[in-house]
Nanobody
């Protein structure tokens, strides 16, 4: 089974940028829908962005639209989340997830494989 490992999290100032990376091993991501979710303490896991292997069509949550961009590099078996104009409310653990199909793409239950997460903290 494919394994996912996130990296790139850390501390950032409000208005700053971070780029998260999700590396896969044990399989290829070329036929998977890939997504980023986040979870803040005491809150439910929240959809952030998703990208399809069919034409690379992507979707982003309204809360991050215009600020975050999801992309994938199938040759390197990686998916990225570029985060710009960060806000304190973006503070959370960010998770990479994969699904062979996702009819309800913003539902975490649709995803079969998850990474361990990487912490993103944004100060005001």
């Amino acid at each position: 089974q494919v394994q996912l490992v996130e990296s790139g999290g850390g501390l950032a100032q409000a208005g700053g940028s971070l780029r998260l990376s999700c590396a896969a091993s044990g399989g290829t991501l070329s036929t998977y829908f890939m997504a980023w979710f986040r979870q803040a303490p005491g809150k439910e896991r929240e959809f952030v962005a998703q990208i399809s292997w069919v034409g690379g069509v992507s979707y982003t949550a309204d809360s991050v639209k215009g600020r975050f961009t999801i992309s994938r590099d199938d040759a390197k078996n990686r998916v990225y989340l570029e985060m710009n104009s960060l806000k304190p409310e973006d503070t959370a653990v960010y998770y990479c997830a994969a699904s062979p199909s996702a009819s309800d793409f913003d539902d975490p239950a649709e995803y079969d494989v998850w990474g361990q997460g990487t912490q993103v903290s944004v100060s005001s």
